[in-house]
């Protein structure tokens, strides 16, 4: 097949797993024989090969493409607004479309690319599909989160400003999300109406599993966290358990991620300075081999949360919230434990659990790796090329 991939974020602009996700699934995808093409909002246009894969770079189709740098209030509602349906997207992304003449539009995330793309791949009779990634469509913060507690349903003003987004999400054919969870509250809303609800988890490299992990005995044992130091991420809730750790507790925090505002310093300023390495921004190939345990302490709902699935990978258990993507992931008593999303005390028990007992730590790691096998990328390339094939297959027949 020949697919085009509208992306909202793809390397070397990192903002968290998504790029990387994006990368991940358009090199799987031509693992397995595909003919693909990534298009991508940035600061010019630019074709390039990126790691094997074809981009087309193209200017902003917005008012401006980067969302994390700070915009006047009014920016933020024009942006917000063109996100409902963009002219200016619309022409662009169809005149791709027709220079490219792919079999299938998969979208990964629809931020900047926008939701006109679906109506443009439409009017070429071109199928579309959906890779869920985040609440974006949902939420104009993109986290349904309010007070720093997850939202059940879409509120009244994101439903309200939400509104095109609804509509256009009408033309896609199959939406794929990375949990059932992510898939429900957009189906709930009703979003997707005509499109077949698929789930696929993300992938982790072939090859990349590492070994099963051995109970440190000759140093402190290691809790890890790795990911942006927002509220979101719940990076304070794992800093009020770090702090219930009585001070002769053989344990060490690694906390990998950045954050720059007064939230992340005072979550930062929770954990024991004793006992806690704060590593910056480094990849998760850095990352896992420094640590015995990965805390996911999220108290918003994940559409996912891959750095799960790659710590299991390596051998490394995780203790995460119970809900959303995380609560699909892991296992209990299997790769990891679940704990009630934003609560210390609880959180701290299962840590305490996993890090003071050897034998359950063994068996943990045991059942870490073995549950990422489900996730290398050869098999999540095949249930893609399945999902894919039957909206082709069936648009051909209608054709």
């Not at 890779?131 to 949902?138: C, D, Q």
Request: hydrophobic share 40%; charged share 20%.
């Amino acid at each position: 097949m020949r697919i085009l991939m509208p992306c909202a974020a793809f390397p070397p602009f990192i903002d968290g797993g998504g790029p990387i996700s994006a990368l991940l699934l358009a090199t799987l995808l031509k693992s397995e024989g595909h003919e693909v093409c990534v298009i991508h909002v940035s600061d010019e246009e630019k074709y390039e090969v990126y790691e094997g894969i074809p981009v087309q770079r193209v200017p902003s189709l917005n008012i401006y493409w980067n969302y994390y740098l700070p915009r006047s209030k009014w920016k933020k509602i024009a942006w917000h607004l063109l996100e409902n349906g963009n002219p200016r997207a619309y022409r662009t992304m169809r005149k791709e479309m027709r220079e490219f003449k792919p079999d299938i539009v998969l979208t990964d995330s629809i931020e900047n690319v926008n939701v006109a793309t679906w109506a443009a791949a439409k009017s070429l009779g071109i199928p579309v599909a959906h890779t869920i990634r985040s609440a974006f469509l949902l939420c104009w913060k993109g986290v349904m989160q309010k007070a720093g507690k997850p939202c059940e349903r879409q509120c009244r003003s994101c439903r309200l400003t939400a509104f095109g987004k609804r509509q256009f999400s009408r033309f896609v054919d199959v939406v794929i999300g990375e949990s059932e969870d992510i898939i429900q509250r957009h189906l709930t809303e009703g979003y997707f109406q005509n499109a077949v609800p698929t789930r696929i988890p993300g992938a982790i490299p072939d090859g990349m599993l590492g070994d099963a992990r051995v109970y440190p005995n000759n140093r402190p044992f290691r809790i890890g966290f790795i990911g942006v130091h927002t509220a979101f991420k719940g990076l304070d809730v794992l800093g009020k358990a770090a702090s219930l750790f009585p001070d002769n507790t053989p344990v060490e925090f690694y906390i990998a991620g950045t954050g720059r505002d007064e939230f992340a310093e005072q979550a930062r300023s929770l954990f024991p300075e004793e006992k806690t390495k704060f590593l910056g921004w480094t990849t998760p190939e850095e990352f896992f081999p420094q640590v015995d345990l990965l805390a996911f302490p999220t108290v918003g709902r994940e559409a996912f949360g891959r750095v799960a699935v790659e710590a299991f990978s390596q051998g490394v258990p995780v203790v995460g919230s119970d809900l959303g993507g995380i609560s699909e992931t892991i296992v209990p008593d299997v790769n990891g434990l679940l704990v009630p999303p934003g609560n210390p005390e609880n959180l701290y028990n299962a840590l305490q659990q996993i890090a003071l007992n050897p034998a359950l730590y063994k068996m943990l790691s045991a059942g870490a790796l073995t549950s990422a096998a489900d996730y290398e990328a050869s098999k999540i390339g095949s249930t893609y090329t399945e999902a894919l094939s039957r909206v082709v297959e069936k648009a051909n027949t209608f054709a």
